[in-house]
């Protein structure tokens, strides 16, 4: 399945306004059963929440980079068990993780940035997470990160990780929600969360790379505090970067 007739700018201008369960239930719609759910923050469980409640059919899947806090891995099952839906969990190849430890340590992303171990750690297990899908959903939202998300749309091609031999759709239904609309929901609809986020944590990831924050500090800031703050973003989005 795909889009077919209809055009992206089409469809990003019929959802301009759009209603994040409106734009699931299209994308269910359209690309059922090659459509999945990246799940890892506390936005990701409110697609997954809200798909759930079209009946649609979908995949959840989530990448264990091997340095995940308890909490988070602890966190994947619960969201398991809350909607009795199988998530795949998605790991690195021991081998390259193993040449990087071995040639650089545990740590080496505090030294020479984080884009190495993120490529192996992430990327390249959600190459694979994305191989036989048509279409993702993600939890991207335009108030994540003032640097690179402002400008991510509803929908779009997505430009990393399409070829020129398959199209790859990616949906992000809650860009224009804001942090306190999905606190809201999670609340609303008794969504489970990571209990990291009553520590302080806002944006979670991995635990050497993740840091709570303080009152009035922006989320993203939590994140790679070691690096440029225009450059956080894992590889996963990192199309944001060139926008
Ligand atoms: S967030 Fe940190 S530990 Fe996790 S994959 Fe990226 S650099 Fe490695």
Redesign the pocket.
């Known amino acids: 399945m795909g889009l077919g007739t209809v055009a992206i700018p089409e469809v990003t201008k019929f959802f301009a306004e759009g209603d994040p369960h409106e734009i699931i239930r299209f994308a269910l719609e359209n690309f059922s059963p090659r459509i999945a759910i990246s799940f890892s923050g506390a936005e990701d469980v409110v697609l997954v929440d809200m798909a759930v409640k079209t009946g649609g059919e979908f995949s959840v899947f989530s990448l264990d ?1 091997g ?1 995940l806090h308890p909490e988070t891995y602890q966190f994947i099952d619960k969201v398991r068990e809350h909607y009795g839906i199988p998530i795949e969990v998605y790991s690195p190849q021991a081998a390259a993780v193993e040449n990087l430890v071995k040639a650089k340590g545990l740590y080496s ?1 505090y030294k020479d940035g ?1 884009k190495e ?2 490529g ?3 990327v390249e297990p959600l190459r694979r997470a994305l191989r036989s899908l048509d279409a993702w959903i993600t939890g991207q939202r335009h108030d994540q990160s003032p640097s690179t998300r402002t400008q991510v749309a509803i929908v779009e091609t997505d430009p990393v990780f399409s070829s020129p031999d398959h199209e790859l759709i990616k949906f992000n239904p809650l860009a224009k929600w804001t942090s306190q609309q999905v606190w809201a929901y999670i609340r609303e609809n008794n969504v489970p969360f990571n209990p990291l986020h009553e520590r302080g944590y806002v944006s979670i ?6 840091r709570p924050v303080l009152p009035g500090q922006h989320e993203r800031e939590g ?2 505090w070691w690096e440029d703050q225009t450059k956080k973003e ?1 590889g996963l989005h990192v199309g944001n970067l060139e926008r």
């Open positions: 980079t340095r992303f984080h171990c993120c192996i750690r992430k990831g991995c635990e050497p790379c993740t994140r790679w894992c």
